[in-house]
Nanobody
């Protein structure tokens, strides 16, 4: 079993910064892509940023230049540094990881999600 635990959400004023962290634990052989998604009330979940095991990042256009994703492969963690936050960034943020787990027959990849952490940006 694999678990993703997030931390770092909260309330911040517009223009401020927050840092989200996510740690994966359990029966992990390796992790391919890790990422952050968000879901605002009444909206679909959307990709915010992703990063490969080779640390190649990609970002949603709405956060480019403001958010930075990073990861530590040795610790199975990923962080999302969020700067210049805007009220429209308000959402529940979810960590995601594509985890390769060992099985009796070999290895399989599964997508896991964290429980979500609330980010609220006030005017």
């Amino acid at each position: 079993q694999v678990q993703l635990v997030e931390s770092g959400g909260g309330l911040v004023q517009a223009g401020g910064s927050l840092r989200l962290s996510c740690a994966a634990s359990g029966s992990i052989f390796s992790i391919n892509v890790m990422g952050w998604y968000r879901q605002a009330p009444g909206k679909q979940r959307e990709l915010v940023a992703g990063i490969t095991s080779g640390r190649n990042p990609n970002y949603a256009d709405s956060v480019k230049g403001r958010f930075t994703i990073s990861r530590d492969n040795a610790k199975n963690t990923t962080d999302l540094q969020m700067n210049s936050l805007k009220p429209e960034d308000t959402a529940v943020y979810y960590c995601q990881a594509d985890v390769v787990v060992p099985t009796i027959g070999g290895r399989l990849e599964f997508r896991y999600w964290g429980q979500g952490t609330q980010v609220t940006v006030s005017l």
